[in-house]
């Protein structure tokens, strides 16, 4: 599966939470695969709702959100956003600017979310750099963070 999403932007993430520990090229490459998988699961979610509604139009709400923060706010870009919303949808669905928004917004926290915990992780292990092997461990203890 290639990545759609620029590692660039992933690793800012993991760097603001990761404070004076350093982040590997892997850890970021694991991370926005992860954001990548859970991006289009949410995008099936939204056009499942949307088709419900009547719509090939994706729209915020479809999402559950009922604000769109300002896309100027979040770190990952919207065109790689749009591409993981569309990669298991049918071609005939549209994605609203503010779904688009949304959906970046809510993967941009999800990031956030693992990034804090696989810092956390890091630190138990008493390593100095944020791993892959966080991120993927994150997703194997999950149910113990809050």
Known sequence: MSVELPFAPVDTV??????????????AEELARRIQRRGARLAVDAAERATADGRKTLMASDFGVSSVPDKDTLELPIAPVDRI??????????VSMDARIALADQLESFADDVAAAATELARHAERRTVKAED????????????
Request: aromatic share 14%; hydrophobic share 40%.
């Open 85 to 94: 919303a569309r990669l298991d949808i049918d071609d005939s669905y549209r």
């Open 135 to 146: 991120v993927e461990a994150y997703f194997e203890l999950a149910q113990y963070f809050g």
């Open 14 to 27: 993991i760097r603001r939470n990761a404070g004076t520990l350093r982040v590997s090229a892997e850890a």
